[in-house]
């Protein structure tokens, strides 16, 4: 029997309110496995607590998978939390409803443009948006901005979505709703107002003035680990529920959410679901991106390769598992202090955290779209390294594991897909390359900063690194690193 009401499931595992007597207040864009794990979980606990008509109507983007999976079960769905001390789960109530925007954007637009929506929340992925991090600005030639900025009444895009619902809000004087970036990208507010206000000056540039005067972007970090769901996600669910549950999903107990408290239309009360509200995103940002991030993108090159196919799998490794530390005390020596905060204690967490038995996270998956991550997860961290006298070689053995996936290389692997938007002119950079000229062509990448192009020691530093692994197998040079 498919899951469709909350009386189906065990009273001890329903949401603390009841979801029909509940309005929705905010539309989500990227309706994934992370946004159920992560902003629905708590915006579902804020309820519990305060209440408020805020459930979310959930949007997929491309595929219908995740709109068909919820909409037969009224956007119920099972969340399992998984450590090493047990599982626990509960059934979420905070997804009214789930629809696809591929092909027909009129009801995502019209749910956007609605007086109730007061939130548009995003799980999207960096390459979604068609940012352009040097400007501050929109990407033209990003595939989805140019074909919304040919037809912005009729968008697909992130950016053309957001700029056609706030035009039509304006059109109709209705309040502007909150943009709410949740990617893991730096100043992600900042960045993605100045994408939005970009792309409207090319189509409208008074409405590009509205936006940029009346609606807030706050900044946030988000974080939770959150592997896709298998069969046996979907077993375990059932086996909890007694129902047939397509959209279940597990994840790892710790969840954290910080958030720029700027929402002129009001929000959940999330505060009561343990968010942390500040004015210094970025610094927790920073923190996240370079240590816990940057250390899931080194681990992931080097234990895909390495025939790790599982994070965990990677700390059952003792010399990756000692690499994974060592970056991770090299990334915190890069940040500022940030208040209430213990760098030392988090690099435990984290390494706690990848350790955990529960949860089966990929490091193939792990390792899509590298171009997209490695600017902020590594890079970034580089120039502040040598300004505080901290030692570049985990940085450069990071880059050179993920110089050598971007290689193609199989002398120690079988056949795999570089799967990255920027898959095509890698290959060109990278595949059936030597050391030499795979790092010339990357250093001269257009995603890689301009003081960190000019930095040889860095560069050369990775050419050896990159050459022992398209030599050796990967294991011998994780060994040979670590010792």
Partial sequence: MRLTTLEQVPAALR???????????????????????????????????????????GVSLRSPKASEDLAPQNGLYTLIE?????????????????????GNPEPTLQAMTAEGTRIVSLTVTEKAYGLNRATVGCDPEHPAVAADLANPQAPQGVLGLLTEALRRRRTAEIAPFTVLCCDNLPENGTLLRGAVVDFARKIDPSLADWIAETVAFPSTMVDRITPAATASTLAEAQALTGTEDHAAIETERFVQWVIEDNFPQGRPAWEAAGVIFTEDVPAFEAMKLRMLNGAHSMLAYAGFHAGLPLVRDVMSHAPLANLVRRHLSAAAATLPPIPGIDLDAYAAALAARFENPGIAHETYQIAMDGSE???????????????????????????????????????????????????????????????????????????????????????????????????????????????
Avoid at 22 to 39: P, R, T
Avoid at 462 to 469: D, F, R, T, Y
């Fill in 15 to 57: 949401p603390g309110y009841d979801p029909a007597a509940h309005g929705v207040g905010i539309v989500h864009l990227g309706l994934g496995a992370f946004h159920k794990a992560h902003q629905a979980a708590l915006t579902d606990l804020a309820m519990s607590a305060e209440g408020g008509d805020w459930r979310i109507l």
């Fill in 82 to 102: 998984k450590g090493a001390e047990g599982t626990n789960a509960c059934v979420i109530g905070a997804i009214a409803d789930a629809i696809c925007s591929a």
């Fill in 373 to 483: 991550k490695m600017p902020q997860r590594i890079f970034a961290a580089v120039e502040d390294a040598r300004t505080r006298g901290v030692d570049i070689r985990p940085f450069a053995f990071a880059t050179a594991a993920w110089a050598r996936h971007v290689s193609m290389a199989t002398h120690d692997c079988a056949p795999y897909e570089l799967r990255d938007p920027r898959a095509d002119a890698l290959r060109q950079m990278a595949e059936g390359k030597e050391a030499d000229d795979i790092v010339s062509a990357l250093r001269g990448a257009p995603f890689v900063p301009a003081s960190l192009f000019s930095d040889m020691d860095f560069w050369t530093t990775v050419e050896g690194i990159l050459a022992e692994m398209l030599f050796d197998p990967m294991t011998v040079v994780i060994a040979r690193e670590a010792s």
